[in-house]
């Protein structure tokens, strides 16, 4: 079975400082990689995603991930992060084929950005 | 397009009590599921369901119970409510793996 772990609970930055959040997969064949954020109260935003091709992946607000096969990882990275960035961030692997398949949760990372 | 839509937002039960979260999708989605949100543990699947009639457990399934009767509904039942069911409740639907969440049901059991 598939698992996702996110190594730091919780991440503190300043605003303007550039940004990683650590994720590592385990999983026998090709995954597909999401990366959500959620700010507080709210439901889930998907940020990027990784299904093949290109393992630099854009997403939305400024973010990018990589995909590192040897390492089994999918870190997201942001340049310069805004205070508005603060939220809670979940990597996600999916994995089984699309019909049948289930998407997997880390324990997510909560980033706390400071003015 | 609604998207998915979950009701209610809030509930408050008592131990022993039964309820029913709803879930409903307007997409035409063969794929829905149910994920639990508790602080420190991400969202854990409960249950999922790959077409009207065909239900499956996920990673936590136990004290919930699910059917999926037409495509565009997957309520959630809580048979007798407990305080470790005391989470947040996300559904989701999907086609390939684009995945739509609902806005979530905030469950306190007391």
């Known amino acids: 079975a598939q698992s996702v772990t996110q190594p730091d609970i919780h991440i503190t930055v300043s605003e303007g400082a550039s940004l990683e959040l650590r994720c590592n997969y385990s999983y026998g064949a090709t995954p597909y990689l999401f990366w959500y954020v959620q700010s507080p109260g709210q439901g889930l935003q998907l940020l990027l995603k990784y299904f093949s091709g290109d393992t630099l992946v854009q997403g939305i607000k400024g973010f990018e991930a990589e995909f590192k096969r040897s390492q089994s990882s999918f870190n997201l990275r942001k340049p310069s992060v805004h205070w508005s960035d603060a939220a809670e961030y979940f990597c996600?692997?999916?994995?089984?084929?699309?019909?049948?398949?289930?998407?997997?949760f880390g324990q997510g990372t909560i980033l706390t950005v400071h003015p | 397009n609604a998207g998915v839509t979950q009701t209610p937002k809030f509930q408050v039960l008592k131990t022993g009590q039964s309820m029913t979260l709803q879930c409903a999708q307007d997409m035409n989605h063969e794929y829905m599921s149910w994920y639990r949100q508790d602080p420190g543990m991400g969202l854990r699947l409960i249950h999922y369901s790959v077409g009207a009639g065909i239900t499956d457990q996920g990673e936590v399934p136990n004290g919930y119970n699910v059917s999926r009767s037409t495509t565009e509904d997957f309520p959630l039942r809580l048979l007798s409510a407990a305080p470790s069911q005391t989470s947040v409740y996300f559904c989701?639907?999907?086609?390939?793996?684009?995945?739509?969440f609902g806005s979530g049901t905030r469950l306190t059991v007391v």
């Open positions: 996600a692997v999916g994995a089984g084929g699309t019909s049948y398949g289930k998407l997997t």
């Open positions: 989701a639907s999907r086609i390939g793996y684009g995945y739509t």
